[in-house]
């Protein structure tokens, strides 16, 4: 229940970074995916299972801030969890670089994800010079910001979690 | 046996994840009323919220636009220097202020729109997704506003309403990939469909090849019945103009008339359909 609750903060925090603070910070009309990373770091921190389970409710709440088709980004964002839970189960021995090179490839595979997504449920047009700027500035600033979404859903997800990372 | 067991949990989650996800989807595709409740009451409750936290990091925004976008601001600087030294040129031979009096009249009274109801909204802030091209307006339905209904500037269309709450609003607009609007080009039968590119300013039409189009022609909306749009709403000009050989369309990139980079305030056009 516990944990529940900290998810649910660490979520509704992330929507009112990303809507107050990220938005603005835009590099060529692309801003920063707060929400895809706590899909990420929780793949990370917690595994397939939780990472899969954030990354849905992540989704669903871009989702329902955003005007995309409701369920499309939950789609992916639980895929890109439990996929990036499972690949980073399986590295043996993880570098310091490893949690930001995993979360950079994660954002592009996500992006292409969704616009893949899009395009099954009649959304096209998403494949023009915009997609290269904003899988850029996604996945840089993903890959900048994971030690700090490390952290915090550490926290939030509890002491499984902690000790997990901790024998990492 | 554990390991293999917690994997087999973790692919049931994400299954029945997946599934769930999907079946939003055809909720939402089949236009179930309680999902469309759900997002305007996420917009009524997160907006304000949002519009705190959007005021409380406006400086570091003011900042990072000031680093990112010093090529732009030089540009628009350089731009409205110009401008004022236009301005200041008229205002000698003693015109200016009875002109641009008229114009800001005519502006703010939208002579495009006709004798259609206008409602005046502030901008409140720009999407989150990276994929959205909507912006969100201070206005709602309890100001008449309701969804589908057409937005402009003084200048031409922005989009139309998707979502509407009580005292806010989103917009999609003309450069969202998902966008369609029937065009016309101003004083010909010619008719098309201009769609959003997701790039800047910029949409793309397609006309019958027969269709006589030349760069510089205004496109208007194109009322249909049934359709989103009253008929005769600046949408923007031709830019140019390709047919391929063989097509039977011609294909035509339009600028938009009005600037979707600078919308600051924009006016809800309180037209529906009628059936």
């Given amino acids: 229940m516990k944990v529940v609750a900290r998810v649910a903060l660490v979520l509704l925090s992330a929507a009112v970074l990303e809507r107050g603070l990220f938005s603005q910070l835009r590099i060529g009309g692309a801003a920063a995916d707060i929400l895809l990373l706590l899909a990420i770091s929780a793949g990370m921190v917690g595994g397939p299972d939780r990472g899969a389970v954030v990354g849905f409710f992540a989704g669903l709440v871009l989702d329902l801030l955003g005007q995309s088709p409701l369920g499309l980004y939950a789609l992916v964002y639980c895929v890109v969890g439990y996929v990036v839970g499972a690949a980073h189960s399986a590295v043996v021995r993880a570098s310091r670089w490893e949690p930001m090179v995993l979360a950079f490839l994660a954002s592009a595979v996500a992006i292409a994800l969704y616009v893949v997504a899009s395009f099954m449920v009649g959304r096209s047009g998403l494949i023009n010079p915009h997609l290269l700027v904003v899988t850029a500035v996604v996945s840089l600033a993903n890959a900048v910001l994971v030690p700090f979404t490390n952290r915090t859903l550490r926290w939030a997800l509890g002491d499984g979690a902690g000790s997990r990372a901790a024998v990492r | ?275």
């Fill in chain 2, 1 to 275: 046996m554990a390991l293999s067991r917690r994997i087999g949990r973790s692919r049931f989650t994400l299954v029945l994840l997946v599934l769930t996800s999907l079946t939003l989807l055809t909720l939402d595709f089949r236009g179930f009323g309680p999902l469309d409740q759900a997002r305007s009451s996420v917009l009524s409750v997160f907006a304000p919220v949002g519009e705190g936290a959007t005021d409380l990091f406006r400086p570091v925004g003011n900042f990072w636009h000031g680093a990112f976008a010093y090529d732009d601001l030089q540009r628009e600087n350089d731009d409205l220097r110009a401008q004022i030294d236009d301005l200041q040129g008229q205002v000698t031979t003693g015109e200016v202020a009875k002109r641009s009096n008229q114009e800001l009249l005519a502006q703010a009274k939208l002579p495009f729109v006709g004798d259609l109801q206008t409602v005046r909204a502030r901008v409140t802030s720009g999407a989150v997704a990276n994929f959205d091209d909507t912006i969100e307006i201070g206005k709602g339905s309890n100001d008449g506003v309701k969804k589908d209904m057409p937005v402009v500037t003084g200048t031409g269309l922005v989009g139309s309403v998707v979502q509407v709450s009580d005292n806010r609003a989103v917009v999609r607009l003309l450069t969202d990939t998902s966008f369609q609007v029937g065009v016309n080009a101003l004083g010909t039968a010619f008719n098309g469909v201009a769609r959003g590119q997701g790039t800047d300013n910029q949409l793309r039409a397609t006309m019958d090849v027969t269709a006589q189009v030349t760069p510089g022609q205004i496109l208007v909306t194109r009322a249909i019945p049934g359709g989103r749009f009253p008929s005769d709403l600046p949408v923007g000009t031709v830019a140019t103009v390709t047919a391929d050989d063989g097509s039977l369309q011609r294909s035509i990139d339009v600028n938009l008339l009005a600037d979707m980079q600078d919308l600051t305030y924009v006016s809800v056009v309180l037209w529906e359909p009628t059936p």
